[in-house]
């Protein structure tokens, strides 16, 4: 039997009669605010508003590509990174990644726009309890006794992996290749820099010195702070006479009841003394000073300073991010 257009058109009238009828979509909103679905067959507004190229989350005037205000003491924003399947052999993905713009190429004083800036929130009005700026925690150890680090900054030429304008506390251990302080040089402070090193050692030796003028037999008693043998033990001590010799000059008794006595000096001598005393107090006895130290596996093989041991192709222990943005340790990649 050959089908006519009629009995087509018929039979395609049947077929949708037989579909149920759609819902109906009901609401009203407010211009520049995305919808959401507050029923199962209702529009209304979102808390997302969207402002030409601006969008805001719990605000209306968005000061960014997206700016998200909380109204409550939640945070304002939660961002995990996705963990790696077991046995991949894969690192776990980064939960937020910020990276600035760029300068105008063609201007010579603009700079690049940071990749994150954070600011604390103000205090309350009876104590200093001022927001921190950013507050960061290195991941768990799952077992292997090796968490991860809480910041970890690098920097590519001429730069600073870190500046910190103001004090900084350090509760731990402060480890460098060198420690000096850089102040203004008093003589010609607009156009140098005076730098001085830290005094090294093997040891974590404290130093005091002094001067003292002898009594009329020779003698004189050194009184030092009431602390100083809570803070210090295995002295050391070192005296100069000054404006005359003193051959006989001696330690007639050494620290004890934080002081000690000098004897054997010309009367009325002028003398210079050092002690140096090694830290006892309970930091140092927990955190004894090891001069040297094995690498643990991460580390071995990779240099601090390669370039320095005629190493350059050999790698430095950093995190770097491929083509594809993903980030990789390089402690075993040249």
């Known amino acids: 039997m050959i089908k006519t257009p009629v009995m087509i058109a018929v039979g395609a009238l049947a077929f949708a009669a037989a579909l149920p009828v759609r819902a109906q979509v009901s609401g009203s909103g407010t211009p520049n605010f995305i919808p959401r679905w507050v029923a199962p067959t209702q529009l209304g507004d979102s808390n997302i508003f969207s402002a030409g190229k601006l969008t805001g989350i719990g605000t209306t005037k968005p000061g960014a590509k997206l700016e998200v205000v909380t109204g409550n003491t939640q945070p304002a924003l939660i961002a995990h990174g996705g963990a790696a399947p077991g046995g991949s052999d894969q690192n776990g993905s980064d939960g937020i990644r910020g990276g600035g713009g760029a300068a105008d190429p063609d201007s010579g004083f603009a700079h690049g726009g940071s990749g994150i800036v954070g600011i604390g929130g103000a205090s309350s009005q009876l104590f200093s309890s001022a927001g921190a700026g950013g507050f960061f925690v290195g991941g768990s150890d799952s077992g292997t006794g090796s968490s991860g680090d809480g910041i970890v900054a690098t920097c590519k030429t001429n730069c600073l992996a870190g500046k910190f304008e103001g004090n900084v506390d350090v509760t731990g251990t402060l480890t460098a290749a060198v420690k000096h302080f850089r102040i203004d040089d008093p003589i010609d402070p607009a156009n140098k820099y005076l730098v001085h090193a830290a005094v090294e050692s093997s040891e974590m030796k404290n130093i005091y010195d002094g001067t003292v003028v002898l009594d009329r037999h020779g003698t004189a008693t050194v009184a030092l702070p009431a602390w100083f043998e809570a803070e210090n033990g295995d002295f050391r001590y070192q005296l100069t006479a000054i404006g005359a010799p003193s051959p006989g000059l001696y330690i007639a008794r050494k620290v004890a009841g934080n002081e000690f ?74």
């Open 261 to 334: 006595s000098i004897g054997g000096g010309a009367p009325g001598i002028e003398v210079s003394w050092q002690v140096t005393g090694v830290r006892r107090d309970p930091f140092a006895r927990a955190h004894p000073l090891v001069v040297e130290q094995t690498k643990d596996v991460r580390a071995r093989a990779a240099y601090r300073l390669p370039e320095l041991y005629g190493a350059g192709a050999l790698p430095r222990r950093a995190f770097v991010y491929n083509a594809a943005g993903r980030r990789r340790d390089r402690a075993f990649a040249p």
